[in-house]
Nanobody, 126 residues
Framework: QVQLVESGGGLVQAGGSLRLSCAASGRTFSSYTMGWFRQAPGKEREFVAAITWSAFRTNYADSVKGRFTISNDNAKNTVYLQMNKLKPEDTAVYYC???????????????????WGQGTQVTVSS
C-alpha cells in the first residue's frame, strides 16, 4: 500500500554534495515520521536522519550532523536528504523509511519503521 522510491544517488568526490529524494505514495502522510538509513557492504543498517511529516521535529546521527539536512515537500509527497561535505565513509546504499508515529517522535531504530524503499547507491571517492 505504502510505496517509497528513492532517487538521486551516484558517484561523487570527497567534499562534494548529493541530494537524495524519496517519493512517497499510497497514504496521506500527515501523521508519519520519515527516516533515512544507510547500509555499507558487510555492515548493519545505520540511522542517518528522520523528520516528522509536519517538519516540527528532526533528528540526525552524530556522524552526519552539520553536513546533512533532511526536509520534505508536502505538495510533492517527497522527502529529501541534502548531503554536503561527503566523506568516503558515507559510501552506502541509502534507504528511505516511514512509520505512522504518534507524538511527533523521530526514532533511530530501524525496527521502529514499517515501510522501506529499495535504496539508492551513494559512492564517495577519495
Amino acid at each position: 500500500q505504502v510505496q517509497l522510491v528513492e532517487s538521486g544517488g551516484g558517484l561523487v568526490q570527497a567534499g562534494g554534495s548529493l541530494r537524495l529524494s524519496c517519493a512517497a505514495s499510497g497514504r496521506t502522510f500527515s501523521s508519519y515520521t520519515m527516516g533515512w538509513f544507510r547500509q555499507a557492504p558487510g555492515k548493519e543498517r545505520e540511522f542517518v536522519a528522520a523528520i516528522t511529516w509536519s517538519a516540527f521535529r528532526t533528528n540526525y546521527a552524530d556522524s552526519v550532523k552539520g553536513r546533512f539536512t533532511i526536509s520534505n515537500d508536502n505538495a510533492k509527497n517527497t522527502v529529501y536528504l541534502q548531503m554536503n561535505k561527503l566523506k568516503p565513509e558515507d559510501t552506502a546504499v541509502y534507504y528511505c523509511a516511514a512509520v505512522q508515529m504518534l507524538g511527533w517522535r523521530t526514532p533511530i531504530a530501524e525496527t521502529s519503521y514499517d515501510y522501506w524503499g529499495q535504496g539508492t547507491q551513494v559512492t564517495v571517492s577519495s
